[in-house]
């Protein structure tokens, strides 16, 4: 059973480019999470997705961000015009739907270091 | 010891000695808790979590401790090994749904050989 899967690992775009980072969750996973991390910091909570739907985007930019999971395919997270200050590293996890108990335990992808020159 | 700056707060241990990372969580609401290790250039992996109705966890060498009171979380390390090295954080659910996590700052352990 493949893990979350980036990519790509590492992705280099000038100020004004466009960035698509693809995320492919665990196998009968169905809940998408993104988070950007700074160097030396903690994760920040972006998004949450599940198929075809947006959850809760209240930790995501108003402008230039996007994100989607859809029918088919993996989740994307697009950034408009990249500036440097976007430059971080930004992770996916996934897990399966809630159960009864309530939270269950989420798994991280390898993440992609977005680098913005 | 322990030293905090600009950069991560870093605990260093001998090889072999017990290790605890300490963190404070903020939403004295959040229900469910997480200890992720972190190596470099890797994504966070699970190490242990503990629900709001308990305050002690256990799992191989690592134990969960809670105490909902001052809002404080710790990790224990037993027989820290090498492979240990890694930046730690904590993690409170914020959501009523899902996994949205909100994570701590990170403390970053050094296992002296």
């Known amino acids: 059973n493949a893990g979350v899967m980036q990519n790509p690992r590492h992705l280099v775009r000038r100020r004004g480019q466009e960035a698509r980072l693809r995320c492919s969750p665990m196998?009968?996973?169905?809940?998408v999470y993104w988070y950007r991390q700074l160097p030396e910091e903690g994760l920040k909570f972006m998004v949450y997705?599940?198929?075809?739907?947006?959850?809760?985007e209240s930790g995501m930019p108003k402008e230039r961000f996007s994100a989607e999971f859809p029918k088919e395919g993996p989740s994307i997270l697009r950034i408009q015009q990249v500036v440097r200050g976007d430059s971080a590293a930004y992770f996916c996890?996934?897990?399966?739907?809630?159960?009864?108990?309530?939270?269950?335990?989420?798994?991280f992808g390898q993440g992609t270091r977005l680098t913005v020159v | 010891g322990e030293s905090v700056g600009l950069h991560l707060p870093t605990l260093s241990v001998q090889e072999g000695d017990n290790s605890i990372i300490n963190c404070a969580y903020s939403?004295?609401?959040?229900?469910?808790f997480i200890w992720y290790k972190q190596e470099s250039g890797k994504g966070p992996q699970f190490i242990i979590d503990?629900?709001?109705?308990?305050d002690k966890r256990q799992g191989q060498r690592v134990t969960v401790l809670l105490n909902k009171t001052v809002k404080h979380l710790s990790l224990q390390i037993a027989a820290t090994q090498p492979g240990d090295s890694a930046v730690y954080f904590c993690?409170?659910?914020?959501?009523?749904?899902?996994?949205?996590?909100?994570f701590g700052g990170g403390t970053r352990l050094m296992v002296k050989p």
């Open positions: 503990i629900r709001s109705n308990m």
């Open positions: 196998k009968g996973h169905s809940h």
């Open positions: 997705l599940q198929k075809e739907n947006i959850i809760d």
């Open positions: 939403n004295s609401a959040s229900d469910y």
């Open positions: 993690a409170e659910n914020i959501g009523n749904a899902g996994n949205m996590l909100t």
């Open positions: 996890a996934s897990s399966p739907r809630q159960g009864a108990a309530g939270n269950t335990e989420a798994f």
